[in-house]
């Protein structure tokens, strides 16, 4: 792995009518001559991310980084993501639940942990003709998040089941005094069988899961926005003690707490860092990576 990567990051603002359906769109310029710079992404909604050069390598869960496509996308992930780049420039479009039911075709359960060729696969069609816009601009940056958008606006009228339903969900999973299954039941009106369904359709995990993820991803959240912290200091209300942190921090990260915060993070905290100090681009629930969930 290269030492002395130079990464930049760029947000770019959607239109307002597809705001409320997709987290962030940025890109991330890497150069890291002919070396991987490599990181590890935290639980997150579906993403794609369309890449002008060799695209990365990366496994979900423990295994062996794989080579991904040049246009790699993916379900919700209950996992870390660990990834590697080149010299590179990767677009990423991160993607609501309530994006999922507008924009993508199936359940989110069948791509949770996983990624596929989004140029083929057909729960991403709606997607399939940005990469090519994009690799045949000539005209700059701007001008090829231009082109995203407008791709994207020309599909915002797709019709949405259920979706006054699923944004009650994703502010209901963003409240820290919603702890458990059964007050996330009581929010939405839903019997437990009709919510398991609906979470799986739209969210693409069990209730307990999400509600289990959204809480870690809070914690981890508030401990890389401000590393002065203690992982004491940085727990979600919702823990009972830091042994119960330390027991999710492996099941979802698959590392130890103080092994990760050992690592360097060479793209992550500059996407951070760079969300941090343009509150222009989305609301600050809607930055990817885990910025969002707080």
């Known amino acids: 792995m290269t030492d002395s990567p130079r990464i930049s990051v760029r947000f770019f603002r959607l239109s307002e009518p597809l705001q409320p359906y997709f987290t962030a769109l ?7 001559g002919d ?3 490599e990181d590890y992404l935290h639980p997150e909604w579906a993403a794609m991310r369309f890449t002008e050069g060799p695209p990365p390598i990366a496994s979900i869960g423990p295994g062996e980084m794989v080579p991904q496509w040049p246009f790699v996308a993916g379900g919700p992930t209950s996992l870390a993501t660990h990834f590697a780049v080149t010299t590179s420039r990767i677009w990423g479009l991160g993607m609501q639940p309530a994006g999922w039911a507008k924009f993508a075709n199936g359940e ?13 696969h057909p729960a991403f069609a709606a997607f399939a003709g940005i990469l090519p816009q994009i690799l045949a601009c000539t005209e700059g940056d701007d001008a090829k998040a231009n082109l995203i958008d407008a791709h994207l606006m020309l599909q915002v009228h797709r019709p949405v089941p259920r979706e006054a339903e699923i944004f009650a969900c994703q502010d209901a999973l963003r409240d820290p005094a919603i702890g458990d299954v059964a007050a996330l039941q009581d929010r939405l009106g839903m ?3 009709s919510l398991e369904r609906f979470c799986r ?7 307990k899961l999400l509600l289990r993820r959204q809480r870690f991803v809070r914690s981890l959240a508030q401990f890389m926005l401000d590393p002065s912290l203690s992982w004491i200091d940085a727990l979600d209300g919702q823990y009972h003690d830091q042994a119960q942190f330390v027991r999710e921090f492996r099941e979802f990260m698959g590392l130890l707490p ?4 050992r690592m360097p993070h060479p793209i992550i905290q500059p996407i951070m860092r760079q969300r941090m100090a343009d509150q222009g681009a989305a ?10 969930f707080r």
């Open 35 to 37: 070396g991987l710079v």
């Open 26 to 32: 940025y890109l991330t310029t890497t150069e890291a």
């Open 191 to 193: 019997t437990v069988k």
């Open 283 to 292: 609301e600050p629930l809607d930055v990817p990576t885990i910025a969002r």
């Open 201 to 207: 359709r739209y969210f693409g995990f069990t209730p």
């Open 108 to 120: 989110a359960a069948a791509l949770a942990n996983r990624t596929v060729d989004g140029s083929t």
């Open 258 to 261: 103080t092994e990760y915060a």
